[in-house]
């Protein structure tokens, strides 16, 4: 029975879908993770200022999330536009940040990014109990999982080459926000929801 349960989620269009749009999101922001430091670095910003930064990110990621959750059901049916919103928005960051010339212009970028980025971590297990019976939820979110791992594997690798190769990071902003743009595309050919 529940091989039977597994073979008919793996056909399911929304599987594979949700599976890919959130590895990619979350990839990017595995990306932003580590390129933070080095970017602050680059553009001429101490540490104390980076911290700063990074730390305006995580309140505002915590609003996101807040208000994901505050949201809940009375959004549930909408939820791949949401899913879409947050990942254009931290797009619309990406490209904030990449303008950014000094520590004014940083702060939007980074509640952008924070907000954004906060409110989507959670948004796996929600985009996924809108096209999956709860029961199986937990066994739908573990088969995802192995789409995570070649964009976990190649992307940081990558933007530090593209930063050793160019001396900053504007390419890997810029690859960053279109990757992000096609994993709203992905969230957005979902189909009806079933439930």
């Known amino acids: 029975d529940k091989v039977a349960v597994a073979k008919s989620f793996y056909r399911s269009k929304a599987f594979w879908l949700i599976g890919l749009c959130v590895a990619l999101a979350l990839n990017v922001a595995i990306v932003l993770a580590v390129c933070y430091p080095p970017l602050f670095a680059s553009k001429g910003y101490t540490m104390v200022e980076a911290g700063w930064f990074l730390a305006l990110g995580g309140i505002s990621g915590l609003v996101g999330k807040s208000c994901l959750a505050w949201l809940g059901d009375g959004v549930s049916h909408h939820v791949k536009w949401l899913a879409a919103a947050m990942l254009i928005l931290q797009s619309v960051g990406l490209g904030v940040l990449f303008v950014a010339g000094d520590a004014v212009q940083m702060i939007p970028a980074m509640l952008l990014l924070g907000f954004s980025g906060g409110a989507f971590i959670p948004m796996h297990p929600y985009l996924n109990s809108r096209y999956f019976d709860t029961g199986i939820i937990s066994q739908v979110n573990g088969a995802q999982m192995p789409l995570f ?14 930063f050793d ?31």
Do not use: H, K
């Open 165 to 195: 190769q160019m001396g900053n990071y504007d390419a890997v902003l810029i690859a960053l926000a279109a990757t992000l743009c096609l994993a709203a595309l992905l969230v957005l050919g979902l189909p009806r929801q079933e439930n």
């Open 149 to 162: 791992l070649p964009f976990g594997l190649v992307g940081a690798p990558l933007a530090g080459y593209a």
